[in-house]
């Protein structure tokens, strides 16, 4: 215990200066200005006064950082939870319609319009129904006859015979198409219309060239190209790459749900084809040719 400057013990405890009371923090303090007799006395109580208040005020410094930096601790916690942002919607503009008499009639004539296009694309779409496992009769008239003379007589044509006998449907004339469907089903004998090689290299992804007369018996400027496609369920020949500008040639003799023969041929061992149209009329191909 320390002296005052009399060498008396004046114990006044830390609480007497309103801090919290600590027993490590007891000094002997000066209890009024009536017992201090000089100067170097009052200056004695004076140092060890601010030593008391510094100490403290390092305390509350300690402690005041110790709760700042558990508040900032809390706070990151707080900003790294994911937090949903919400979209708020803008109201729409409403947009007053205006019905008159005008507008009626637009909406009538669009209306006709539309179910006029329906029905045209129905009638258009309309193709007649193949019944399966049923045996096609090969037509022979006086069409075919004069094709079978035309290939042998004039272009000196060899081996000719009906590959396919068909119904064109839409899918054989529409542009985004651009080829004469043949499915393996309907052919007539597979086997004898090409040779072994030439079958090998169809089955095989291969395609080659070959020459097309139409109905009007012309024979097409461009050569048509013969390539096999690979169905689920079967396979089918195709004539494409010119089909489309070979259509609009003869858009007369080749129209929807018109039946057409297919038939092969060879002029110098090369593979050709040659189509007639069963439902026109004779004379007509007989002053064409």
């Given at each position: 215990?320390?002296?005052?400057?009399?060498?008396?013990?004046?114990?006044v405890?830390?609480?007497?200066?309103?801090?919290?009371?600590d027993d490590?923090?007891?000094?002997?303090?000066l209890?009024?200005?009536?017992v201090?007799?000089?100067?170097?006395e009052?200056?004695?109580?004076?140092?060890?006064?601010?030593?008391l208040?510094?100490?403290?005020?390092?305390?509350?410094?300690?402690e005041?950082?110790?709760?700042?930096?558990?508040?900032c601790?809390?706070?990151?916690?707080l900003?790294?939870?994911?937090?949903?942002?919400?979209k708020?919607?803008?109201?729409?503009?409403?947009?007053?319609?205006?019905?008159?008499?005008?507008?009626?009639?637009?909406?009538?004539?669009?209306?006709?319009?539309?179910?006029n296009?329906f029905?045209?694309?129905?009638?258009?779409?309309?193709?007649?129904?193949?019944?399966?496992n049923k045996?096609?009769?090969i037509?022979?008239?006086q069409i075919?006859?004069?094709?079978?003379?035309?290939i042998?007589?004039?272009?000196?044509?060899k081996?000719?015979k009906v590959?396919i006998?068909?119904?064109?449907?839409i899918?054989d004339?529409?542009?985004?198409q651009n080829?004469?469907?043949?499915?393996?089903k309907?052919?007539?004998?597979?086997?004898?219309?090409?040779?072994?090689?030439?079958?090998?290299?169809?089955?095989?992804?291969?395609?080659?060239e070959?020459?097309?007369w139409?109905?009007?018996?012309?024979?097409?400027?461009?050569?048509?190209?013969?390539?096999?496609?690979?169905m689920?369920?079967?396979?089918n020949?195709?004539l494409?790459?010119?089909?489309?500008?070979?259509?609009?040639?003869?858009?007369?003799d080749?129209?929807i749900?018109?039946?057409?023969?297919?038939?092969?041929?060879?002029i110098?061992?090369?593979?050709?084809?040659?189509?007639?149209?069963?439902?026109?009329?004779?004379?007509?191909?007989n002053g064409?040719?």
């Amino acid at each position: 215990m320390a002296q005052n400057a009399k060498g008396r013990n004046k114990r006044v405890h830390s609480a007497c200066m309103a801090f919290e009371e600590d027993d490590n923090d007891e000094y002997y303090l000066l209890a009024g200005e009536d017992v201090v007799e000089n100067e170097a006395e009052r200056e004695f109580y004076r140092k060890k006064i601010m030593e008391l208040y510094e100490e403290k005020m390092k305390k509350f410094a300690r402690e005041d950082a110790l709760a700042e930096q558990i508040k900032c601790e809390e706070r990151k916690k707080l900003c790294k939870r994911p937090t949903k942002k919400i979209k708020m919607q803008q109201p729409k503009p409403t947009t007053q319609i205006v019905s008159n008499q005008v507008t009626q009639q637009l909406k009538q004539f669009i209306t006709n319009n539309e179910m006029n296009a329906f029905e045209e694309r129905k009638r258009s779409k309309s193709t007649p129904t193949v019944e399966k496992n049923k045996k096609v009769e090969i037509v022979k008239n006086q069409i075919t006859q004069e094709l079978e003379v035309f290939i042998t007589n004039k272009l000196k044509g060899k081996e000719a015979k009906v590959v396919i006998q068909k119904t064109l449907y839409i899918s054989d004339l529409e542009e985004n198409q651009n080829r004469l469907n043949m499915p393996m089903k309907q052919v007539i004998k597979p086997d004898e219309f090409l040779r072994k090689n030439e079958k090998e290299d169809l089955e095989k992804g291969k395609e080659f060239e070959v020459k097309l007369w139409g109905p009007r018996l012309e024979m097409h400027k461009k050569p048509m190209m013969l390539k096999m496609w690979h169905m689920n369920s079967t396979s089918n020949y195709v004539l494409k790459t010119e089909w489309n500008r070979f259509v609009k040639a003869n858009k007369k003799d080749l129209e929807i749900n018109k039946k057409i023969q297919v038939w092969s041929f060879r002029i110098d061992e090369k593979l050709c084809f040659a189509i007639a149209r069963l439902e026109r009329h004779v004379d007509v191909q007989n002053g064409a040719a």
